[in-house]
């Protein structure tokens, strides 16, 4: 199996703000009939980045998930991500890895995986691409030995799950 490879730097200011997830790999934590799934990566007080997921479930009622992600390294480029409550991510073995395997020069479409080859997300500043960058992103995947049989494709319809929907719960 091909070894995977992240890119040999990250603008991490640059990487922040709302990203779509347009494809991943199945994830137990994310129903597989998610639709309207964001990412929001925002710098917090002590200098990691607070990830903030959202969708809406299976059931359309809209969710969210918030961890906290750190570089492991002075690329920036492979990150460490842990979504569970702030007083219990001390307990080892919980941080899962976020490596970015291929990021466009304008930061508007980014290759997310896992070094396992478990985990994967195509992501992007819209919430759809064109098929040509698309496929130029899957191909990348591929090369770094990814199976994609079972990709999951994103739904979008314009909605976002906003903080007060998530309040009235």
Same mark, same amino acid.
């Given at each position: 199996?091909?070894?995977?490879?992240?890119?040999?730097?990250?603008?991490?200011?640059?990487?922040?703000?709302?990203?779509y997830e347009i494809a991943r790999l199945p994830i137990k934590y994310e129903d597989e009939h998610s639709s309207d799934v964001t990412a929001n990566y925002s710098l917090n007080s002590n200098g990691k980045i607070r990830v903030d997921n959202r969708c809406f479930d299976e059931h359309d009622k809209p969710s969210n998930a918030v961890g906290e992600a750190e570089p492991v390294d002075e690329t920036n480029a492979k990150l460490t991500v842990n979504f569970l409550p702030a007083a219990l991510r001390w307990i080892p073995f919980t941080n899962g890895d976020?490596?970015?395997?291929?990021? =466009?020069?304008?930061?508007? %479409?980014?290759?997310?995986? $896992?070094?396992?080859?478990?985990?994967?997300?195509?992501l992007a500043r819209e919430s759809s691409i064109l098929e040509a960058s698309l496929n130029e992103y899957l191909d990348?995947?591929?090369?770094?030995?990814? =199976?994609?049989?079972?990709? %999951?494709?994103?739904?979008? $319809?314009?909605?976002?799950v906003s903080d007060t929907m998530l309040e009235s719960g």
């Open positions: 199996m091909s070894e995977v490879t992240a890119i040999p730097s990250l603008d991490l200011k640059r990487y922040l703000g709302r990203w976020y490596w970015v395997l291929k990021l =466009d020069p304008d930061y508007q %479409i980014a290759l997310v995986g $896992t070094p396992d080859h478990k985990f994967l997300w195509v990348e995947a591929r090369r770094q030995g990814f =199976d994609l049989s079972k990709l %999951i494709w994103t739904p979008h $319809t314009g909605r976002e």
